[in-house]
């Protein structure tokens, strides 16, 4: 039988459907969408058609033709092609004329993925070609940000989450496409799925890999494996989860004080600032672990591997044995080699209370949300949790804080969640507001890794948390008994 996921559990096939996306998922869907684009906005409706794909190593000339618009009587003269290349940022190459017949050419390109753009005299860009990647642009961030133009793998995951629980097969094969484009192929990281990569240049990617992104991203992956009808398509995708899995069992750590945990994930610089892609990170994170857990629960009904149910009751055990701390009453940040890290984080608790519901440890699930309440926080007429107790000045993180409207939903406490939800969405937090543009924060914290700029993690996390609230597929609910098909 297949099954619907949601928030009550599984509903039976031909059940009265559960009612659709609200309002502000629906915007937050769309908003989610445009991210998957250059950000560009042409102004004209031409195009521009190079004469080959151009491969990121090519070097050589480089030419196209301009296909005018429909706007009647629109020259073609007086107009230039800018050309572009990404690799780690965008570097322009230069500019050339569109001749009389539309052509326009260029002697040589530098090494990255090829950008064209058509522009006026006025400096507008009336078109731009790009190659498609399936990757979004994880926050809507100007040239010249260092967050401009590159992909996360977690947010990568969260948007392919968001489009399967808003019922967009395209946009989901799109956005899976783009996700196996940062996983490692062969080597000693086989599976893997990098950190982060330029959105249009992800084969250059940095080979960071940490666990927690990796979890996600798996996990993400495996949801869309399960939506799959038998084909070429499917066997490549199970393929390539089957892989992310293997690189997930590989972390754990075997023996020792992190015995049954999985560490940190691999890469890292040296002291002499090389970066060895496969320098071992020997700390665990409780957000890691917790990440795990439900990814490694999931392979097992997915994949029908009983090694991964098996390694997830391991590891459920053994975040609760070394990862909670019993005499405070919480979830540590995590655990090293050299013992715990008593940081205060609020996504431990938040997560950590999804998990403990979800593996059937519901006493101390009540006490761990409660914790959260040690994070709770307002900032410019908005209302939510910081990442930690008491910012100064006082911040509220969007995503954290509609990670404790979903602790509160599996918890049991809807009325709750809405309320978390409203108070965060209804003010401030939105910008401009009616767009579910959510910034990350509500204002920039170098220290705590926080920014204002709108982001996916932030717009995807709250999709997700109204879905679950209507009873519709969202994250971390696996245990409601949804059947792959």
């Known amino acids: 039988m297949t099954a619907v996921l949601g928030l009550a559990g599984a509903v039976p096939a031909g059940a009265d459907p559960a009612p659709g996306p609200s309002a502000r998922a629906a915007q937050a869907w769309s908003w989610i969408e ?70 326009f050419s260029f002697p040589y390109a530098y090494p990255g993925t090829k950008v064209f753009r058509l522009v006026d005299a006025d400096g507008a860009i009336l078109a731009e070609h790009a190659p498609p990647t399936g990757l979004l642009r994880s926050f809507d961030a100007p040239r010249g940000s260092h967050l401009h133009g590159r992909v996360f793998s977690y947010d990568q995951a969260l948007a392919l989450l968001a489009a399967l629980s808003m019922g967009e097969e395209e946009s989901a094969a799109t956005l899976a496409e783009g996700l196996l484009s940062l996983q490692q192929y062969g080597g000693a990281q ?112 997915v994949l029908g591997d009983p090694a991964a149910s098996s390694a997830a009751d391991s590891l459920g055990d053994a975040v609760a044995d070394r990862l909670w701390d019993a005499d405070r009453g919480r979830f540590l940040q995590g655990r090293s080699p050299d013992g715990p890290d008593l940081g205060e984080a609020l996504d431990v608790n938040s997560w950590g209370a999804i998990f403990l519901a979800a593996s059937g440890r519901t006493a101390l699930a009540g006490t761990s949300l409660a914790r959260a309440s040690l994070f709770a926080s307002s900032a410019l007429g908005t209302a939510g949790h910081a990442p930690v107790p008491s910012p100064s000045p006082p911040l509220v993180w969007a995503e954290g804080t509609a990670g404790v409207a979903l602790a509160q939903l599996r918890t049991g406490d809807a009325a709750g969640a809405r309320a978390t939800l409203e108070a965060l969405a209804g003010t401030g937090a939105a910008e401009p507001r009616g767009t579910a543009r959510w910034a990350a924060a509500s204002r920039e914290d170098e220290a705590l890794s926080m920014t204002a700029t709108p982001a996916i993690g932030a717009a995807a996390w709250v999709l997700l948390v109204e879905q679950a609230a209507e009873g519709q597929p969202s994250l971390w609910d696996e245990s409601t008994g949804a059947s792959a098909p």
């Open 34 to 103: 445009g991210q998957m684009g250059t950000g560009t906005a042409a102004t004209g409706d031409a195009g521009l058609v190079p004469d080959e794909p151009y491969p990121a190593s090519w070097t050589g000339p480089v030419s196209g033709t301009v296909v005018p618009g429909t706007e009647e009587g629109a020259p073609l003269t007086g107009l230039v092609v800018e050309v572009l290349v990404v690799t780690d940022r965008e570097y322009d190459v230069g500019t050339a004329p569109v001749a009389a017949d539309g052509t």
């Open 190 to 301: 086989d599976g893997g799925f990098v950190t982060s990569a330029a959105s249009l240049y992800p084969e250059g990617a940095l080979r960071e890999f940490r666990t927690g992104n990796h979890a996600m991203a798996t996990y993400a992956l495996l949801r869309y494996l399960a939506t799959l009808p038998e084909g070429a398509w499917r066997d490549r995708v199970a393929d390539s989860a089957a892989r992310a899995v293997d690189w997930l069992l590989a972390q754990r750590a075997a023996g020792g004080p992190l015995e049954g945990l999985v560490t940190g994930g691999h890469g890292a610089y040296t002291p002499d600032w090389r970066f060895d892609a496969d320098a071992a990170l020997p700390w665990a994170s409780t957000e890691h672990n917790l990440d795990a857990w439900h990814a490694l629960r999931l392979a097992g009904t």
